[in-house]
């Protein structure tokens, strides 16, 4: 089965600085696969760098056999890899209808607006209740839940997740996991990158380990989630 996702000797620069290091990896349809490593270690620049928001880069990317470098970010979402950044990035001054909608504008489901924002709403519980609030009224947790409906509006085949429990209640951090899980059920293949470690870790299928823009580690998730060793050295804060 060839990969959904392979990535291969990325680079990737801010000015001089030489932050990515040679890096591959790959995922498959229907994984959830988890970055661990230190605040630093370049698991945010990775994926900023395959969405095309880092400019200076080499290497390869390849979805679904197809290269991306050299496409646009928006073409990228178009061929169906979403992305949600640490910074949740919602409009507050629109509803959460309004900001669901914003998911469409670049892709060709725009004529299935309505329907979609009903297909996100089941999945998404919290948002249902709230579809016409403004963006402003929503906590921390459900803002950042707001962000990743608003990127499965373009039914996407994978999707990049950034630090999504990051400064969230622990009861919608739990909801939030459950979210990740139902997704992957009804196809969605993810790539996590999370300070959580153990909770990442129990819902993944593998996990890479990032150290000073290189990946040091691979394995199982059930692996990593028994080796402490391992955590206390690549993760621990």
């Known amino acids: 089965m060839n990969p959904l996702l392979k990535v291969q000797e990325l680079n990737a ?38 969405m095309g928001l880092v400019q200076k880069c080499k290497g390869n990317v390849l979805f679904d056999g197809a290269s991306l470098l050299g496409l646009p970010t928006h073409i990228r979402y178009q ?13 507050p001054s629109l509803t959460v209808e309004e900001n669901l909608q914003l998911g469409v504008l670049a892709s060709t489901l725009r004529g ?4 979609l924002v009903e297909e996100i709403a089941q999945t998404f519980p919290r948002l ?3 579809l016409h609030q403004e963006g402003t009224s929503l906590s921390g947790g459900e803002q950042q839940m ?26 919608l951090v739990d909801e ?11 196809g969605t293949t993810i790539l996590l990158v999370e300070q959580n470690v153990e909770r ?20 199982l998730a059930s692996d990593l989630l028994a080796d402490q060793e391992i955590q206390d050295k690549y993760c621990a804060v």
């Open 13 to 50: 620069w801010y000015d001089h600085s030489h932050i990515i290091q040679g890096v591959s990896f790959e995922v498959y349809a229907g994984e959830i696969v988890t970055f661990m490593g230190r605040n630093g270690a370049g698991k945010t620049t990775t994926l900023r760098t395959m």
């Open 79 to 91: 061929k169906g890899l979403a992305y949600v950044p640490e910074e949740r990035r919602i409009v």
């Open 112 to 115: 299935e607006m309505s329907a």
């Open 128 to 130: 249902k209740e709230r």
């Open 146 to 171: 707001l962000a990743i409906a608003r990127a499965m509006m373009a039914r996407p085949r994978m999707i990049l997740l950034d630090e999504p429990s990051e400064g969230i209640m622990p009861i």
């Open 176 to 186: 939030m996991f459950e979210l990740f899980t139902r997704m992957k059920q009804q």
């Open 200 to 219: 990442a870790l129990s819902i993944s299928d593998r996990a890479y380990i990032f150290d000073q823009g290189q990946i040091v580690h691979q394995g």
